[in-house]
């Protein structure tokens, strides 16, 4: 993980004689791209905002726990305040009832900041297809990296967060402000009317039936009328 | 199987209150008693000495869809007679309503708010009647009920929107924590109730 | 704001009079203001995204300083709609619900729900099935525990245990995958038997768990039984008499440590468990402390149940031999047409329970975890509904934390071992 792991023309180093890059007696400095410091220092110092709800949180614990240690990859710290996170994971189930609180918790997150969804129903609703169960959480926040699985084994997460540290790495400063344009003061907003949530959600989550038309009445439930009857 | 000797005790206390009693999944004993007196016969069975049901292990509601009356049914259990009872009200669906055992055992608050929420049936007497599981504002009707599509009546969209727009600061202050008003069946008007905080943020 | 006099006593010792009040020193009293702090309470709210709810639960107190004068919980974060869905569902496909509903013990839900359906059908396992889900039972009921343990101690600021409880279950998480292929979501049952008999090993698996756990779980005793901060943090804080504990329903361990001895595995028996030789730890004083010895005792007791099942594990069919559930041989279904047909009703049509209904309880590893089923001779229940019992443990939340500190709200959550996957459904 270290500099000197990289490839030589990424990494020009100031007079580096033979022997080591900071060997003894050598001039302890050396000339690269701010890029790419800055991406070195953000990815390997991720700061994971656990937000689990439900099954998916314990195999999040265990991935923290002695036999997977998420530390090897510079996030022994959980951060369970938002405000000094750099990566939300979103583990487990999300109700309606629970949809602001992440919602609001991704506004409270400082910028740059990524998201993880683990699990099948933080990506798709899962098995959930039902009444209170939001389908998708990006029909909530924007998702990075989808983690698929019910659970994912914490393997699964490690590489999850493998990708992100891969997605940081090909991030540009300069670019930094459109890729991640968004107004949080439009989103979280009490009463948002529905065409701003629409246009802020979609895509319209990742799972088959869900409509986009808004009203009281229609109900995508009589799509599948077998469900109907109980 | 003859009825066990706490069905006979119990139609000899309340010769009319007793509709009816059967014996389910081979062992389990059911007794279907009148719903206008549900907390007497229930607080019998609680304190009479030779029958002692002092643990309210359940409370939960049934509906068998087509217009059948709903059921609100108690788990009871003895610890000192180790026995277990089943008791049953019917209620028609034109008259949600039984009166509230909290005050015979609390474990039944929450129980009777989650019926309350999940199927509509109103207890009375209980002392903090709202929804529990689904949000304050919730619109749909009450889930468990027969009628009530398993995703819901409003489209996701619609139900996006809804959820996004629930006020997080509710219960933040204490006046709003007091004095919630009689509890209404189904919300009327959403707005209502949860348009209030909205502005002031 | 109120005003009141304050009298700044300057001077200790030497000047202190005879009867031990400071003495008067140069200032003159004077008049400070004051904020009204009998009167304003402070409301603050917790969760529902917080690490020390043990999930999305969300507590709103009023203090008074630092002492809490109520408790309002609010659930539902997490309502998943189980009980709905199961409405929906044939009865085989219900049991993947079963264990996402409580993921700490995810066998003991499987089993508890295919225990009621057989019920409900009047269908009696096989010998060595109930012995098999004995062995689930209770090695989830440590799962359970450990789990419990773990996160309790990092709410009193040890981390050790966290660390060393994960480890021990790690091992519990290789034995559900090798019995199920799935480390949570093991779905394990199937109405009449297990989804596959045990894996060759697997036996011997438990056996060597077994034998070495108990070592962790002194190790982790002495770290914290007669530890003084963890006893200060847990002793007489949150404690409930026997007559409140019944009154507010609390069954399981919580119930157990304020000295009612209810335990469903001695009351309502089920799967011989009359005939294994276990002791249910009772507690007196229903504090936090209590919580905690209980639910150490019960671990080595589940160790004890484990031996005994382990040596009488008897051998035969896993799973009942009834044409109304059990699937024929794969051998029949290739050779002959009828038996072909019955295995194609039983899995596109599922299984017809009668049109009755069926509350059966098991001790779980939260208190008394009752399935209530409603069945109307289909394929599918009217009514599944979870009696849930960290649901009603948790009511008893407001009772037993008024007048402790916030700092015991918390421990007193913990002890509680609530699971919202189960409260919330
Ligand atoms: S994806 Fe599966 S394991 Fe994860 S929260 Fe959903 S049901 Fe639980």
Redesign the interface.
Known sequence: MGLSEQPAERLPVASSPPGGVLGAGTPTFLTTRLDFVVNWARRNSLWPMPFGTACCAIEMMAAAASNFDLARFGMERMSFSPRQADVLICAGRVP??L???L??IWDQMPQPKWAVSMGACASSGGVF????M??GID??IPVDVYVPGCPPRPEGLIYGLMMIQEKIREERLSEHGTLRAEDPAA??R?????EE??AL?GP??NSTR?????????????DRPD??I? | MPASTTVEALRAAFPDAVVRDLV???D?Q?VYIDPSRNAEVLDWLRTDPGERF?????V?A????DGRPLEV?Y?LWS?PH?R?L?VKCELPLSRLAIASVTAL???A???ER?VYD?FGIEFRGHPDLR?????ENYA?GH??R?D?????????????????????EQ????DE?EGRGAPQLVPADESATS?S??QG? | MTRRTVEIPVGRGAEMGMDARPAMGPLTPVDVAEPDIGSE?M?I?IGPQHPATHGVLRL?C?LDGETVVSV?P???YL?S?F???GE?RTYNQIVPLTDRMDYLAPLIYNCAYAMAVE??M?IEVTERCKVVRVICLELDRIFSHLLWLGTTAIDVGAFTPFLYAFQERERIYQLHEELTGARITTSATRVGGMMSDLPAGWAQGVRDFIDTFPRTLNEIDSLLTTNAIHQGRTIDIGAIGPEDA????L?GPNLRASG?D?DVRK??PYYDYETYDFEVPVGENGDCYDRYLVRMEEMRQSVAILHQALDRLPDGPINVEDPRVSLPSKTDCMNDMESMIHHFKLIMDGINAPA????F?VEGSKG?L?M?L?G?GGPKP??W?I?PPS??N???IA?LAEGHLVADLIMINASLDIVLGEI??
């Open positions: 309606y009832k949809a602001p609180v919602r609001r297809d039902v009444y209170s939001v389908q029909t909530i989103v979280a009490a009463r948002a009317d529905a949530v629409l959600s319209f989550g869900q409509n986009r038309v808004s009203g009281p009445t229609g109900s995508d439930a009589s469900d109907r109980p | 389910q999944s081979g389990q059911v002092n643990l309210l292990v359940d939960t049934v509906d068998y869809g049914v788990q610890i180790r277990a089943r055992w609390s474990a608050n929450w129980l989650e999940l929804r529990i599981l689904m949000p749909e889930p468990l027969k009530f599509p398993l995703r819901g009546r409003f489209s996701r969209a619609e139900q996006t929107r809804r959820a996004l727009s629930q006020d997080m219960y933040y202050m204490p924590m348009g905080g909205s943020r | 309470q409301l709210n709103i009023e309002t609010h659930i539902g309502h709609s009980e709905k869905l929906y019920k409900l009047g019944i009154d507010c329903g069954t009612v209810y009351d309502r009755e209904d069926c509350y309880a008394e009752g209530y409603v109307d009217v009514r509904r009696r649901f009603v948790l009511s008893a009772r919330d459904r």
